[in-house]
């Protein structure tokens, strides 16, 4: 039975998205996704927060979420570009299919490359958007059982596992938090009305617009990061060797190489998604290891290809990358939970149209949501379809001089923060925020905490308050509710997770490889 509805309510999405008008978009929102995360740098994170105040003016937010999912398919498609045609990975997630991406080129199988990582990115993106439609709504309905106390419990350990992990030092990701969590505070009490850290400024009265921050850290202080390393990047990308269209790019031997990485590839990424602090970056490079080892104990014809152009090792981590977006949906849409950098944008994204992810969004914006999965599906096709018939494009794209190029994003970033509210105040306040995030990059202070503290900040606070307000102040209820104290006990073991290849030396008795577990954040 549930499935029967399930088949209803997605066949009544993709008659939403099918409407000419709707199919626009997602043909503009993959354009404008790959156009822009095909630069050197950019990973979609920083698309989206680039291209978020295009939506301001949308009416209507189906079309924005249907744009935002094109989007999002056309950023994370234009990172493996880069990753293969100039070796610059604009995301942590990137860098596995760099490795052997790139050497690919080299030798002169550029096509090759761009079409497993095309279409291993389809098939993973398929199968992981179907696993979604089934699982999502059922973990709604189980997480309206969800108290206050569950809440915040739930929240602290998003918010605690994303900063002990990304980032090299655990001090500066807490830092960063501190100062994430300061911003979602300043302007009025929501349950008292007092005014807090507005510094009698009466602008500050309804707090920093989360936008401004997600634009000016992100589009602006990320572009400044990306464009003061210009030097360090190539400025020409690898030929691209003249081949045929669609599946002339691959021959029978990479086709046979590539569907078995794909769906372990898939395999890996949504579960890893699906979990707080699992991103895109663990499922890419457990991908690249899982190939690189059968490669080796299966002892087949191309043993020693890994390191030099192995066509697994760019299929394998293209789907766990793409399979991981989709696991990254399941907490945002059910729990209201961004378990990543790039999910704390698309939260911002839900709240501009005061549209709240949750265990109620199935039930009260259910023709919203099952148009934004039926949307994954068509972007997730549409890709497929414009990706490499338009590959001479991107690789003019990338010939542009990128002094012109990021100088134009900048641009593009502050008139976006204008259409936002037509005021200098919010251009100013937005580049001031890119500065401190430029400094806190140089400095290798991670941006993601900073995010997610504004945005779950305040919805922390309010959890914690309406706990302590239903128990009369008795804060021994955190720890009374069996499922409250389950997840606050895994709050304090994410603090230990970076540590663990340290633990697991130890115990072996030998000297571990790496100092403590970390990844990028920019997934």
């Not at 090759?112 to 095309?118: F, I, K, N, R, S």
């Not at 914006?365 to 414009?386: D, F, K």
């Amino acid at each position: 039975m549930i499935s029967q509805a399930v088949f209803g309510d997605l066949l009544h999405g993709f008659g939403t998205v099918l409407d000419p008008m709707n199919l626009l978009w997602a043909v503009l929102g993959v354009t404008l996704g790959m156009l822009v995360g095909i630069l050197p740098g950019i990973g979609p994170a920083l698309t989206i927060a680039l291209l978020l105040p295009i939506t301001f003016n949308f009416s209507d937010p189906i079309g924005a979420f249907i744009m935002f999912a094109g989007i999002y398919y056309g950023a994370m498609y234009g990172g493996s570009t880069t990753s293969i045609l100039i070796n610059t990975p604009g995301e942590s997630a990137s860098v596995a299919t760099a490795i052997e991406g790139h050497k690919m080129a080299l030798r002169g199988r550029a096509r090759a490359a761009l079409a497993t990582a095309a279409i291993g990115s389809f098939v993973a993106g398929t199968i992981s958007t179907i696993l979604l439609t089934f699982v999502a709504k059922p973990i709604g309905q189980l997480a309206s059982e969800f108290q206050a106390t569950d809440y915040f419990a739930i929240t602290l350990l998003a918010m605690v596992a994303v900063t002990a992990i990304v980032g090299h030092s655990m001090v500066r990701g807490l830092l960063s938090l501190t100062v994430g969590l300061f911003i979602g505070l300043i302007g009025l009490d929501s349950l008292s009305g007092a005014q807090r850290y507005t510094f009698g400024t009466l602008r500050l009265l309804d707090g920093v617009d989360v936008v401004i921050v997600i634009v000016g850290l992100f589009a602006i202080g990320e572009t400044l990061h990306v464009a003061s390393k210009l030097r360090s990047t190539p400025d020409r990308p690898a030929v691209l060797e003249k081949g045929r269209l669609r599946t002339g790019y691959l021959n029978k031997s990479d086709w046979a190489r590539s569907w078995a990485p794909w769906l372990r590839g898939t395999a890996l990424g949504f579960p890893f998604g699906a979990i707080p602090s699992g991103g895109a970056e663990v499922p890419t490079f457990l991908s690249y290891t899982l190939e690189r080892r059968r490669a080796r104990k299966a002892g087949r014809k191309h043993p020693d290809e890994f390191g030099d152009g192995a066509i697994e090792g760019v299929a394998g981590p293209e789907a766990a990358n793409n399979a991981s977006f989709s696991g990254v949906l399941v907490p945002l849409l059910t729990l209201g939970l961004p378990t990543s950098a790039t999910a704390a944008v698309m939260l911002a994204a839900f709240q501009i149209f005061n549209v709240q992810p949750g265990p109620q969004l199935f039930e009260d914006q259910g023709t919203l949501v099952w148009t934004l999965i039926a949307s994954l599906y068509v972007g997730n096709l549409l890709l497929l379809i414009m990706n490499l018939p338009l590959i001479q494009v991107w690789v003019q794209v990338l010939k542009v001089p990128r002094p012109l190029l990021y100088a134009g994003i900048l641009v593009f970033a502050c008139l976006g923060v204008y259409s936002l509210s037509g005021s200098g105040y919010e251009v100013l306040l937005a580049l001031l925020i890119g500065v401190v995030g430029f400094f806190m990059r140089k400095l290798d202070f991670p941006i993601a905490p900073v995010i997610l503290g504004v945005i779950l900040g305040p919805t922390m606070e309010e959890q914690f308050r309406r706990a302590l307000v239903i128990s009369n102040g008795d804060a021994s209820v955190f720890f009374t509710r069996p499922l409250s104290l389950i997840i606050i006990v895994l709050t304090v073991l994410a603090l230990f997770v970076p540590y663990i290849p340290r633990l697991v030396a130890r115990i072996r008795g030998t000297r571990p490889t790496r100092d403590r577990l970390s990844f990028g954040e920019d997934d």
